[in-house]
C-alpha cells in the first residue's frame, strides 16, 4: 500500500468514526457551486471534475460540464456549504480563498476565488447556500480553467482533509443559478 492510499485510508476511518452528530454528512450541506440555468433553459449540474487524491490533490474541483468539456461561465457563484462562521479570508499565489468553522469538527476551504463577497469577513455567520464570492482560476494552471477547488476538513486545517463520497455529496441540496 503506497503513502498516500495509507493516509487517505485513515480519512476515511477517522470520517466514518464520527457518529458523536456535532455535524452529519448530508445533514444541512448544500453543493458549493450552484446548478446552472442559462438563458435558453439549458440545466447543467455541477460536478465533481478532479477527485480526491493524495498527497496531491487534496479536495475535489468542481465545474460544470457541456457537450463533453469542462466549463465554468465568468461570474459563477461560490456558495457556503454549511452553516459556519468565516474562519479567514486571503489570497495566496493560487488565488482569493475563504474558510468556514462548521463547529467541531468540520471546516470547509474554498480555493481560486476570483473575487470574495465584501460581507464575508472574518467572524461573519453565513447560511449553506450563501454567496461566498466567484469562481475564478487557478494563476499557477497554464490552461486557467475556471473552476472551485473544496475541501472538507476533520478536525483540523488542510492536513486533515478527507475525501468527500461521491454518494455523499450527490445527496447534497443543489441550488439553482441563472447568469443574468
Known amino acids: 500500500m503506497q503513502d498516500d492510499d495509507v493516509l487517505l485510508a485513515i480519512g476515511l476511518l477517522l470520517m466514518l468514526a464520527h457518529r458523536d452528530g456535532d455535524v452529519t454528512w448530508g445533514d444541512g450541506w448544500a453543493w ?3 446548478t446552472l440555468v442559462d438563458t435558453d ?7 465533481v ?3 480526491f487524491h493524495l498527497p496531491a490533490h487534496r479536495g475535489v474541483d468542481i ?3 457541456d457537450a463533453g468539456k469542462w466549463v465554468a461561465p465568468e461570474g459563477t457563484p ?6 459556519a462562521t468565516v474562519w479567514s479570508t486571503g489570497t495566496t499565489a493560487r488565488g482569493s480563498n475563504v474558510v468556514l468553522d462548521h463547529g467541531p469538527p468540520w471546516a470547509s476551504y474554498y480555493q ?5 463577497d465584501p460581507s464575508i469577513k472574518k467572524g461573519a455567520r453565513v447560511q449553506a447556500g450563501q454567496h461566498l464570492g466567484y469562481m475564478g482560476a487557478d494563476p499557477t494552471d ?15 486545517g488542510a492536513e486533515a482533509a478527507v475525501p468527500i463520497p461521491a454518494s455523499v455529496i450527490g445527496a ?5 443559478w441563472t447568469p443574468e
Do not use: C, N, T
Open 63 to 65: 465545474m460544470y460540464r
Open 32 to 34: 458549493p457551486v450552484p
Open 112 to 116: 481560486h476565488l476570483s473575487a470574495i
Open 41 to 47: 433553459g439549458k440545466v447543467l449540474l455541477a460536478q
Open 142 to 156: 497554464p490552461q486557467g480553467l475556471r473552476h472551485l477547488h473544496f475541501e472538507a476538513w476533520f478536525r483540523g
Open 172 to 176: 447534497w441540496k443543489r441550488i439553482l
Open 78 to 83: 461560490i456558495l457556503a456549504a454549511h452553516d
Open 49 to 51: 471534475s478532479q477527485e
